[in-house]
């Protein structure tokens, strides 16, 4: 089967996209990375994305000198011509306008280091410390005109630790961030979630929290081509289908139980008649 094609924005180091390069180099991945593009000719990224003999663009939007539509048609030409079917924003640092985002509708999607909705913008790690907080996190979510306000796909949460810092609370949620966003990558490649419409629809209630799609779309193509699905598959939230699965389980049980009884009474009624 043919790979997803991703293309990965970026603005700086570049971590993330280190993890979605070592991702995509397994060979049963289902994603492989079509084009890195950074708005920053500095970012370290750049590199990463050479030594891995990935095809990177600096699409730097100072030279548009506030022309924003101008940066991003520059932005959405390297994109299509790359054949890329998800966006990736992986400490980009621009933001998207509603023009740029209807071209990629549902194909682009960001990392934060927040448990979204708490904490969107900058900044994080130093306000979830400055609250007091306990639980901190990150999570991937849809990419939409508010910022960091569109649906989450995934999260994970790590603890804050007395004692720590804004360093060592960033390093804990940064190695969660290594592993959730190749994962929802290779989900959405796999078509385990599609976005649709903004929304997320999951066909693997045991992993992720959320909606639940009954019939499940079998490869990436399907995923990508959303708008062709017309029909709409009822969904059921994660909720009701655990109460559904656990129902079914007590009502199996419940009937081995009667079952056995009705056996142990047959066989004492036989003892008795003979
Ligand atoms: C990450 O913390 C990510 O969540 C945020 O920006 C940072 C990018 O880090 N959006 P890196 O460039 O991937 O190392």
Known sequence: ????????????????????????QTPDFPAEIAVVVSNNPEAGGLARAAEAGITAMICDHTYFKGDKEGFEDALASIIEQSGAGLVCLAGFMRILSPR???????????????????????????????AGEKTHGCS??????????????????????AGDTEETLAA????????????VVADIAAGRIVIRQGRIERTDAVRHHGTVKIESPKT????????AH????????????????????????????????????????????A
């Open 220 to 227: 990436h193509e399907a995923a990508m081509d959303n708008h």
């Open 172 to 183: 804990r949620v940064l190695e969660q961030e290594h592993t959730l966003y190749p994962e």
């Open 1 to 24: 089967m043919s790979k997803l094609k991703v293309a990965v924005l970026i603005s700086g180091r570049g971590s993330n996209l280190q993890a979605l390069i070592a991702a995509c």
């Open 230 to 273: 017309s029909h709409t598959t009822p969904a059921a939230d994660a909720e009701t289908v655990a109460r559904a699965q656990a129902m079914w389980s007590a009502f199996t049980k419940a009937t081995v139980v009667a079952g056995g009884a009705i056996v142990v009474v047959l066989i004492l009624l036989a003892a008795l008649v």
């Open 140 to 161: 991937v979510h849809v990419v939409t005109a508010g910022m960091d306000e569109g649906a989450v796909i995934a999260q994970k949460s790590v603890p804050v630790k």
């Open 100 to 130: 740029f985002l209807n071209r990629f509708r549902d194909k682009v999607i960001n990392i934060h280091p927040s448990l979204l909705p708490a904490y969107k913008g900058l900044d994080t790690h130093a306000r979830v410390l400055a």
